[in-house]
């Protein structure tokens, strides 16, 4: 099933890596890139691939965030790590869906030669982290087979575009970074895959956190990424649905079921028609998949 919770895990830090399997996030994301200081990447491909190794996957699903692709150290991080067999990569700074496609040739290769099965290497693409990407996020629709997730990203668009912050006067994001997030989310869903919400950077304010993730949810995001393992439970919970929820779900579809010949019905007062008959379905589908 889709996870709900990623949490980042820096992949230079054994003692950080030690802790992700307790901390009940449904995959973790073991960072090469901007957690992990350049000198220290070197040791940190080597700690990857023995953790990849050696982790239970049962617990989670293991992604890796590699360096963008046009770094020097990218062909590095794919060469270091793969033959753990990562569930997926996470691809920071995508300029287009193009780099997708690049980085899926790359793995046609690096799979056969480590006797991996060919193709089953996910891509999770960071699509929002720099302008050119913000216009070309079209070409996500009829997706490489490999990608999974979309997310989006405001803290390196801002930096990107000379943004001295990217909040409003009140704490709420501001408009470009309303626009990122709107446009993964339709990107996503065009491409049919999973939308993922960014981080909810302060850690320590977890009624924030919860706010945010709700809101993602009500949006159509089905996850969201997580820095700190105590922002793993709270996420976990925001994106299940609820016993009443789920209660709710069930009725509308059984009214349809019990009524297959109408488009439209009432319920407790309240009009229902297709959508919320395919809303329903996602409750239900996801409940029983957890
Ligand atoms: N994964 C696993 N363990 C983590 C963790 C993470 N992301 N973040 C913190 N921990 C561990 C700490 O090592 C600490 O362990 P200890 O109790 O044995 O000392 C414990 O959880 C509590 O951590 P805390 O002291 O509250 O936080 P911190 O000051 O050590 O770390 C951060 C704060 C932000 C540096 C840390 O959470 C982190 O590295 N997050 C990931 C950052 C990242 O990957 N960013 C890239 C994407 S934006
Ligand atoms: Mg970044």
């Known amino acids: ?23 009940g996030a449904d995959a973790l994301i073991i960072d090469l890139e901007d957690s992990v200081a350049k000198s220290r990447r070197p040791i940190g491909r080597e700690l990857t691939c023995e953790y990849l190794r050696a982790a239970d996957r049962s617990l989670s699903k293991l992604y ?21 067999k990562p569930d997926g990569l996470i691809l920071p700074k995508a300029e287009t869906a193009a780099d997708a496609n690049r980085l899926s040739y790359y793995l046609d290769a690096l799979e056969v030669a480590n006797g991996i099965e060919l193709g089953s290497t996910k891509i999770f693409p960071i699509a929002t982290e720099t302008p050119g990407a913000m216009l070309t996020l079209d070409g996500y629709r009829n997706p490489n087979p490999r990608i999974s997730a979309l997310s989006w990203g405001a803290e390196d668009l801002s930096a990107a575009i000379g943004a001295s912050t990217n909040q409003d006067e009140h704490g709420n994001l501001s408009a470009p970074y309303i626009l990122a997030r709107s446009l993964c989310l339709m990107a996503a869903h065009a491409a049919g895959v999973q939308a993922v919400d960014t981080v909810y950077t302060n850690f320590r304010d977890d009624d924030g956190l919860r706010q945010s993730s709700v809101q993602a949810r009500r949006d159509g995001f089905s996850g969201k990424i997580a820095i700190h393992p105590n922002q793993v439970a709270t996420i976990n919970d925001a994106f299940t649905p609820s016993a009443q929820e789920i209660e709710h779900a069930q009725a509308v579809i059984d009214l349809f079921a019990a009524n297959p010949d109408a488009g439209t019905l009432s319920l407790d007062g309240k009009m229902l028609d297709k959508p919320h ?11 029983k998949h957890q």
């Open 64 to 84: 890796v965030r590699i360096n963008p692709l046009d770094s020097d150290d990218a062909l590095f991080d794919l060469a270091g790590i793969i033959a753990g």
């Open 1 to 23: 099933m889709m996870p709900r919770s990623w949490l980042f895990v820096p992949g230079d830090s054994e003692k950080k890596l030690g802790k992700g399997p307790g901390t």
């Open 277 to 287: 008959l395919t809303q329903a379905e996602r409750v239900v589908a996801f409940a």
